[in-house]
């Protein structure tokens, strides 16, 4: 089983990426896919997930109207569209899946991504 993230890169402030979360050896479909990230110094933070039973996202306060997830089963993948990107925004995202529609923390998820770096100039 393995999660691959990516999308990552170098943009200014108010510009935009796509990170991707591709998975082999399970179907994204069937999990609760989940986007966290990590600052340098700081805690890893839930910034999205999206529930694999009814559909339903979840986003941080800190990325709301500017984050958008999205799943692709046919290509395995769930994205991540940043949009209005800030410095603060800057941190290794990773993509994470959990079995669980209920999911709290990210204990909760047993199977992780690699992560991708963002970095945000200002």
């Known amino acids: 089983v393995q999660l691959q993230a990516s999308g990552g890169g170098l943009v200014q402030a108010g510009g935009s990426l796509r990170l991707s979360c591709v998975a082999s050896g399970l179907s994204l479909d069937s999990y609760t896919i989940g986007w966290f990230r990590q600052a340098p110094g700081k805690e890893r933070e839930g910034v999205s997930c999206?529930?694999?039973?009814?559909?339903?996202?979840y986003y941080a306060d800190s990325v709301k109207g500017r984050f958008t997830i999205s799943r692709d089963n046919g290509k395995n993948t769930v994205y991540l569209q940043m949009n209005s990107l800030k410095p603060d925004d800057t941190a290794v995202y990773y993509c994470a899946a959990a079995l669980s529609e209920v999911v709290k923390t990210p204990s909760d998820f047993g199977y992780w991504g690699q992560g991708t770096l963002v970095t945000v100039s200002s």
């Open positions: 999206t529930s694999h039973v009814d559909g339903m996202t």
